[in-house]
């Protein structure tokens, strides 16, 4: 679930990563025999869970909320809750006969040499490395002397708790500031180390939430964005709501009390800011965003002298108004680029006189296109503009008075796994990615066109076996909508493979092709893996987002629900051998079709879900996604969120599928209250004997486990859905 909007541009592309997806393992007749022997019981004895008298009135309707002292994270008997459903779950996937399997295998395709995308800062490459099965990614730096090692996370905490989570070098290639995330949770907590001794200096800036760090040219300090310390009271470090968020200026050497705020908004407490410093020393901008939405408010302050900075400057709007999304991608002295959907739902690049923003001198430098600009880039004297052509990337190359003159050689059909490059060098990094090939990196130099294989990644997997086909299928109103298939070449379409079918469907993110060690397992099982590429993404510009927020977001329900059908009509897989995943905002969907469709699936997989529509805002980042979803509090958000919250729609005496509802106890992004209330109303509610579990990772976060408990996690994930789609029969030999 992003924080914030992605209008501050960053040098190095981000990838989404996809869930991991169930994985099945063939046995041999004596395995076939101890099954039938042990496993699990077919029926749970569910803890007991207190179901209080809470009720709330919303404009006049009498909601129950029996489950609210859930929401009390570091209570007694929320924690006795924690223990007891853990007992349950974990005695529960201990006894499935194919996890170790599950497990040794994932841990031999997570086993080999991997490697980020490298970014070029103060004259040397930057990029993580990882041996195979390390907990963490260190990071690397290579100039004239060679590689060597900058940090290992691994070194920091024993258990792999506390992740590295930010990681920026100054301009001057003389600090590092990283950040410190304990327990993976969004709170951050900043250093800095001298990169010539390998030390850490004294300074500590605590409280940074949903921020970058973004040096000034001289190398002597930094901007970030940090929240007012929360309340020591028991449980609200990691859900009190995120409010009244500043900009900040450290300087080296300094206390954080004498860091210098330079940019707020008050008059919209609930609002993000952020800051970024242009690649040449002289712009600040500054960001105003209205929650996840993508449209922004823009700043501007003039440091000066990038030699002897003004961090103080004041800053002069480029624009006020929420109407669209302005990102700056780069700047020629005063002459802003800027990435923006203004009058172009599918985004065009501007050029800004920063000294005169008046938007009457605005100029369109590329145009919108057929297809939607996934980013855009300023580097070697040219722009870059990264399109999603139904959903495969495309980029291509225009001088800056946006004549097209070349197109990046991407080494197939797939997506782009990463790119960083800067104005000052021909030099750029890229990475390339599908479902069947593992990310590999290229360097291409933008004066010659030359590309070259940079890092080539060798794993346990055959991917020249299998096949990835798009296909498009009609949602209930008719839209077109893309969905990637992948599974082993020539198999039969006979309605009986067992089938994942992943989602998420919101918040201007694209689901675009990539490779996963997990799914490469599944797929040597003989298993289908499908993406749908449903409203509320990016994948067709922001009309596709807008298609699928606010008292829309039926639509994302109803995209999903078909794609299942088709593949059901197609004779890929039945019901019965159909699982459906998501994370974050792809939790919310899938508790949302189970309810609606409880026929259409076998197996359902909701993780860090929002599952509480009515409250979701009144906790930690909750605050930031009341554009995308609308508030309860409003009486005309109300009557939608009501009728598809995964909460509030469970009837009881349904036959719900196999349900494993995962979360953590750290995760501040969608506290783990959510998914604790649902499984409760959930256990309750089931009228069959199909299983209800929730498995809560302990010290874990949103999106954070190191890789041995992610890996343990998976495993009892995937045995899981192989027990329940009755995954024993046609599974072929692992090559």
């Given at each position: 679930?992003?924080?914030?909007?992605?209008?501050?541009?960053?040098?190095?592309?981000?990838?989404?990563?996809?869930?991991?997806?169930?994985?099945?393992?063939?046995?041999?007749?004596?395995?076939?025999?101890?099954?039938?022997?042990?496993?699990?019981?077919?029926?749970?004895?569910?803890?007991?869970?207190?179901?209080?008298?809470?009720?709330?009135?919303?404009?006049?309707?009498?909601?129950?909320?029996?489950?609210?002292?859930?929401?009390?994270?570091?209570?007694?008997?929320?924690?006795?809750?924690?223990?007891?459903?853990?007992?349950?779950?974990?005695?529960?996937?201990?006894?499935?006969?194919?996890?170790?399997?599950?497990?040794?295998?994932?841990?031999?395709?997570?086993?080999?040499?991997?490697?980020?995308?490298?970014?070029?800062?103060?004259?040397?490459?930057?990029?993580?490395?990882?041996?195979?099965?390390?907990?963490?990614?260190?990071?690397?730096?290579?100039?004239?002397?060679?590689?060597?090692?900058?940090?290992?996370?691994?070194?920091?905490?024993?258990?792999?708790?506390?992740?590295?989570?930010?990681?920026?070098?100054?301009?001057?290639?003389?600090?590092?500031?990283?950040?410190?995330?304990?327990?993976?949770?969004?709170?951050?907590?900043?250093?800095?180390?001298?990169?010539?001794?390998?030390?850490?200096?004294?300074?500590?800036?605590?409280?940074?939430?949903?921020?970058?760090?973004?040096?000034?040219?001289?190398?002597?300090?930094?901007?970030?964005?940090?929240?007012?310390?929360?309340?020591?009271?028991?449980?609200?470090?990691?859900?009190?709501?995120?409010?009244?968020?500043?900009?900040?200026?450290?300087?080296?050497?300094?206390?954080?009390?004498?860091?210098?705020?330079?940019?707020?908004?008050?008059?919209?407490?609930?609002?993000?800011?952020?800051?970024?410093?242009?690649?040449?020393?002289?712009?600040?901008?500054?960001?105003?965003?209205?929650?996840?939405?993508?449209?922004?408010?823009?700043?501007?302050?003039?440091?000066?002298?990038?030699?002897?900075?003004?961090?103080?400057?004041?800053?002069?709007?480029?624009?006020?108004?929420?109407?669209?999304?302005?990102?700056?991608?780069?700047?020629?002295?005063?002459?802003?680029?800027?990435?923006?959907?203004?009058?172009?739902?599918?985004?065009?690049?501007?050029?800004?006189?920063?000294?005169?923003?008046?938007?009457?001198?605005?100029?369109?430098?590329?145009?919108?296109?057929?297809?939607?600009?996934?980013?855009?880039?300023?580097?070697?004297?040219?722009?870059?503009?990264?399109?999603?052509?139904?959903?495969?990337?495309?980029?291509?190359?225009?001088?800056?008075?946006?004549?097209?003159?070349?197109?990046?050689?991407?080494?197939?059909?797939?997506?782009?796994?990463?790119?960083?490059?800067?104005?000052?060098?021909?030099?750029?990094?890229?990475?390339?990615?599908?479902?069947?090939?593992?990310?590999?990196?290229?360097?291409?130099?933008?004066?010659?066109?030359?590309?070259?294989?940079?890092?080539?990644?060798?794993?346990?997997?055959?991917?020249?076996?299998?096949?990835?086909?798009?296909?498009?299928?009609?949602?209930?109103?008719?839209?077109?909508?893309?969905?990637?298939?992948?599974?082993?070449?020539?198999?039969?379409?006979?309605?009986?493979?067992?089938?994942?079918?992943?989602?998420?469907?919101?918040?201007?993110?694209?689901?675009?092709?990539?490779?996963?060690?997990?799914?490469?397992?599944?797929?040597?099982?003989?298993g289908v893996y499908a993406v749908a590429n449903l409203r509320g993404g990016a994948e067709y510009g922001e009309g596709w987002h807008q298609a699928g927020k606010l008292e829309k977001?039926?639509?994302?329900?109803?995209?999903?629900?078909?794609?299942?059908?088709?593949?059901?009509?197609?004779?890929?897989?039945?019901?019965?051998?159909?699982?459906?995943?998501?994370?974050?905002?792809?939790?919310?969907?899938?508790?949302?079709?189970?309810?609606?469709?409880?026929?259409?699936?076998?197996?359902?997989?909701?993780?860090?879900?929002?599952?509480?529509?009515?409250?979701?805002?009144?906790?930690?980042?909750?605050?930031?996604?009341?554009?995308?979803?609308?508030?309860?509090?409003?009486?005309?958000?109300?009557?939608?969120?009501?009728?598809?919250?995964?909460?509030?729609?469970?009837?009881?005496?349904?036959?719900?599928?196999?349900?494993?509802?995962?979360?953590?106890?750290?995760?501040?992004?969608?506290?783990?209250?959510?998914?604790?209330?649902?499984?409760?109303?959930?256990?309750?509610?089931?009228?069959?004997?199909?299983p209800v579990l929730i498995r809560i990772e302990t010290q874990g976060s949103h999106g954070y486990r190191p890789l041995d408990r992610r890996i343990a996690e998976q495993a009892d994930?995937?045995?899981?859905?192989?027990?329940?789609?009755?995954?024993?029969?046609?599974?072929?030999?692992?090559?």
């Amino acid at each position: 679930m992003p924080p914030t909007s992605r209008a501050a541009s960053a040098r190095v592309l981000g990838v989404l990563g996809v869930l991991g997806v169930l994985l099945a393992f063939p046995m041999t007749t004596a395995d076939s025999q101890v099954q039938q022997q042990s496993g699990p019981p077919a029926r749970l004895g569910y803890p007991v869970t207190r179901a209080a008298s809470t009720v709330d009135v919303y404009h006049g309707t009498r909601v129950a909320d029996p489950f609210r002292w859930l929401e009390d994270l570091d209570a007694p008997a929320t924690q006795e809750w924690v223990k007891a459903q853990n007992a349950l779950a974990f005695g529960y996937l201990a006894q499935l006969p194919r996890r170790d399997a599950i497990k040794q295998r994932l841990t031999e395709l997570w086993n080999y040499p991997r490697q980020s995308v490298p970014f070029r800062e103060g004259g040397r490459l930057f990029y993580t490395k990882n041996t195979g099965l390390q907990r963490q990614s260190p990071y690397f730096v290579r100039d004239a002397k060679g590689e060597r090692l900058v940090l290992d996370p691994n070194a920091i905490s024993a258990d792999g708790s506390t992740a590295l989570s930010r990681f920026a070098p100054d301009p001057t290639g003389k600090y590092l500031a990283y950040g410190l995330s304990f327990g993976g949770a969004d709170w951050v907590e900043l250093r800095v180390r001298d990169l010539a001794t390998g030390k850490d200096l004294d300074d500590k800036v605590e409280w940074v939430r949903y921020s970058g760090v973004s040096w000034t040219k001289d190398g002597r300090g930094f901007f970030y964005t940090r929240y007012p310390e929360p309340p020591k009271e028991a449980g609200k470090t990691l859900s009190n709501a995120s409010r009244d968020p500043r900009v900040y200026y450290h300087r080296l050497g300094t206390a954080q009390t004498a860091d210098v705020k330079v940019f707020d908004h008050p008059a919209q407490p609930e609002w993000g800011v952020g800051a970024s410093v242009s690649e040449d020393g002289r712009w600040v901008f500054y960001y105003v965003n209205r929650g996840t939405d993508p449209e922004n408010q823009l700043h501007v302050a003039d440091l000066g002298d990038p030699r002897r900075p003004n961090v103080t400057a004041p800053a002069r709007p480029i624009t006020t108004e929420l109407d669209a999304s302005y990102a700056p991608v780069g700047n020629v002295g005063s002459t802003i680029y800027v990435q923006t959907n203004l009058d172009a739902p599918r985004y065009r690049i501007i050029a800004i006189d920063a000294t005169k923003p008046a938007r009457a001198g605005w100029k369109t430098v590329v145009p919108e296109a057929k297809h939607a600009m996934e980013g855009a880039y300023l580097m070697g004297g040219r722009l870059l503009t990264h399109y999603l052509v139904d959903v495969k990337s495309e980029v291509a190359i225009f001088d800056r008075t946006g004549k097209r003159t070349g197109t990046l050689p991407l080494p197939g059909i797939g997506a782009l796994a990463g790119l960083s490059g800067r104005e000052d060098s021909h030099e750029l990094y890229f990475g390339f990615s599908s479902y069947t090939v593992p990310a590999s990196i290229y360097r291409y130099d933008l004066a010659t066109g030359k590309r070259s294989a940079y890092f080539t990644p060798k794993v346990p997997f055959d991917g020249a076996k299998y096949e990835t086909r798009q296909v498009f299928y009609t949602s209930k109103d008719g839209t077109r909508v893309p969905m990637f298939v992948t599974h082993r070449k020539g198999m039969r379409l006979d309605g009986e493979n067992p089938t994942l079918l992943y989602g998420y469907g919101g918040f201007n993110v694209s689901l675009t092709p990539g490779f996963s060690s997990s799914t490469a397992a599944w797929l040597e099982m003989g298993g289908v893996y499908a993406v749908a590429n449903l409203r509320g993404g990016a994948e067709y510009g922001e009309g596709w987002h807008q298609a699928g927020k606010l008292e829309k977001k039926q639509n994302v329900f109803d995209d999903f629900i078909a794609a299942a059908e088709w593949l059901v009509r197609e004779k890929y897989t039945a019901p019965s051998r159909l699982a459906i995943q998501g994370g974050s905002n792809g939790g919310l969907l899938v508790g949302a079709v189970m309810n609606q469709r409880p026929d259409l699936f076998g197996v359902a997989l909701p993780a860090v879900g929002v599952m509480d529509m009515l409250r979701y805002h009144k906790f930690s980042a909750g605050v930031f996604w009341v554009p995308e979803y609308g508030s309860a509090d409003d009486p005309r958000h109300f009557p939608f969120l009501t009728a598809y919250s995964p909460l509030h729609n469970l009837k009881p005496g349904t036959c719900y599928p196999a349900t494993l509802v995962t979360t953590a106890d750290h995760d501040d992004r969608v506290v783990p209250g959510h998914s604790y209330k649902y499984a409760s109303t959930l256990q309750a509610a089931q009228g069959c004997d199909r299983p209800v579990l929730i498995r809560i990772e302990t010290q874990g976060s949103h999106g954070y486990r190191p890789l041995d408990r992610r890996i343990a996690e998976q495993a009892d994930v995937w045995a899981f859905t192989a027990h329940h789609l009755r995954m024993d029969a046609r599974t072929p030999a692992v090559p």
